[in-house]
């Protein structure tokens, strides 16, 4: 196999690993009405089933990354992927709240690997040139699970317990080992770094008070004076984390992040708005199948179904923004600029993004799936324009030496955005519902429906009620329209920072190193000085 075709292949090998990520994020926002409805969970539980995973894999995905630098990433991904398929099936057979959360703490683990691995070979093996094709693949991955989790998830949900959609993992992380183990060529830093643990503790404390503080105000309140200090302690401890990583530095030691990364434009501002994206992505991916299925009173199947829309928005934006951004090579074999910037490329799909969700508030009760179709997939559409192109400016700034312990950075970053986004707009939903929830003139027993509106909706059902069944679904979809105008404001913002601050082009930090990876075959000499150049700055 020619050593061009082989790099291409791996790349595949590797994106089947993220496709089992993206599949279990589907799948378990579609689970989570019925997961509320069988295991008694409260809308707390219902964020927790989400933030356990997202805030492990945030605390451990730093540490992850550097081992992989150091220890081998092919051999740090296949021991993710062992550990994820063994945790999927644990999330399965939990038969309460609390058992699940654990196993999702533990998937986390699996997932912290698997992330950044999947990403730090982009560094490794592609030129600055064909990097904006590898990540439209690595995006793809990820957006090939997204429809598969909405049609497979809920059929599996329509027909079976809910513990099949945890255990479609499985056979998924048996074909990415095979694909693994047999295509992805080992590569790993060339100087085996210590491990910082005190930074892995510091950073983990941190992370969890901040995200244990935001789930506790969506519950108790954000006049909750345990919540606020909690929250208050979280951003102490990360900042205490900052100035304990600058002091490792400045004593020649090995830090668990590597702060002089964010000198760099490209990779500053590329990190921070993918993590935007993040943040308004998960809370969309919490809020509508519970609007679906609660709301409209659709079943897991056709909750999956109306998600199509905007993976399909997705994919388009994901195509056209990978071309608009690939460099055009002229008849003499040199490359130019590519035919958009990354600068108005981001810009751009932050600002579609912005209109679908804007047009989105608008949303009721009774709207049609026309309606609904029509604004998810504007909202795709700008996702798919502006995810990729975003990565593409914070990977172009990173080595080879240190793509591992760099993804392993971006990727927590944008864990931490969508655990935040989750337990805050999750919150934002809650407080509206709570609000809006009218139960003046009915039975004492409808107190029980401001816990959520599963908890709503079953104690309507049980009394018979029409007008508390309406109330609750009115006061949820207030909530709901209120979270899509927060994430419009997210997407007009990322729109000015990038518009601001965000380099014209994606430019490379170091060269790819295919030997490293047991490949030939180096850059064009255009290619290389391009990489080189400190385009970011």
């Not at 219902?46 to 451990?60: G, I």
């Not at 399909?312 to 008849?331: F, Y």
């Not at 599963?454 to 609750?472: D, F, K, R």
Request: proline share 4%; hydrophobic share 55%; net charge positive.
């Amino acid at each position: 196999m020619a050593s061009d075709s082989r790099r291409w292949w791996a790349l595949i090998a590797i994106a089947a690993s993220v496709v089992v990520v993206g599949l279990d994020l589907t799948v378990l926002s579609l689970a989570l009405p019925t997961l509320a409805r069988d295991l008694h969970a409260s809308t707390g539980d219902l964020q927790w089933f989400s933030d356990a995973y997202s805030l492990v894999l945030a605390a451990a995905v730093l540490p992850a990354g550097l081992l992989g630098d150091r220890l081998g990433r092919k051999k740090v991904l296949l021991a993710a992927l062992v550990l994820f398929g063994a945790s999927s099936a644990l999330c399965a057979y939990a038969s309460s709240s609390g058992e699940l959360i654990a196993a999702r703490a533990v998937l986390g683990l699996g997932a912290a690997a698997s992330l950044p691995l999947s990403l730090s070979i982009l560094p490794v093996l592609f030129t600055a040139d064909e990097r904006p094709k590898a990540i439209a693949i690595m995006s793809s991955a990820t957006f090939v699970s997204f429809p598969l989790g909405p049609l497979l998830g809920g059929w599996l949900l329509d027909n079976f317990w809910w513990g099949s959609v945890f255990l479609i993992n499985v056979p998924v992380v048996v074909v990415a080992l095979i694909a693994v183990t047999v295509l992805m060529p080992e590569s790993r830093s060339a100087q085996r770094r210590r491990m910082d643990g005190a930074g892995v503790v510091i950073s983990g404390l941190g992370l969890t008070a901040l995200t244990y503080g935001f789930i506790k105000a969506g519950e108790q309140g954000w006049s909750d004076v345990t919540s606020l200090a909690t929250i208050a302690a979280g951003v102490l401890v990360l900042a205490g984390f900052v100035g304990w990583e600058r002091r490792v530095r400045a004593r020649r030691g090995e830090p668990l992040v590597d702060l002089s990364l964010f000198r760099s434009a490209g990779f500053t501002w590329g990190t921070i708005l993918s993590t935007l994206v993040s943040f308004a992505l998960f809370g969309i991916l919490f809020a509508m199948p519970l609007y679906f299925q609660d709301v409209r009173g659709l079943n897991a199947l056709g909750s999956g179904v109306r998600l199509l829309p905007m993976i399909g928005g997705m994919v388009i934006g994901m195509v056209g923004g990978s071309r608009l951004q690939s460099p055009r090579r002229s008849p003499d074999g040199q490359y130019g600029a590519p035919p958009v910037s990354v600068k108005a490329l981001v810009t751009a799909g932050y600002l579609v993004m912005g209109a679908g969700l804007a047009i989105g508030t608008l949303t009721r009760a009774s709207s049609g799936t026309g309606f609904t179709a029509a604004w998810f997939a504007l909202t795709g559409l700008g996702l798919g324009i502006a995810m990729p192109a975003a990565m593409n400016a914070a990977i172009g700034a990173l080595s080879a030496e240190r793509s591992g312990a760099g993804t392993a950075l971006i990727t927590a970053m944008r864990q931490v955005g969508a655990t935040i986004g989750v337990a805050v707009l999750g919150t934002v939903i809650s407080d509206v519902y709570r609000s809006q929830l009218h139960l003046a003139g009915l039975p004492a027993a409808a107190a029980a429906a401001v816990r959520s509106i599963g908890v709503g909706l079953q104690v309507a059902h049980a009394a018979g009620s029409q007008i508390l069944l309406s109330a609750v679904r009115t006061a949820f979809v207030h909530g709901m329209d209120l979270m899509l105008w927060v994430c419009a404001g997210i997407a007009l913002a990322s729109a000015l920072l990038a518009l601001s601050f965000l380099p014209r082009r994606a430019g490379g930090a170091g060269q790819p190193v295919l030997q490293a990876a047991g490949l030939s075959g180096t850059a064009s000499d255009a290619q290389q000085a391009e990489q080189q150049a400190e385009l970011g700055r």
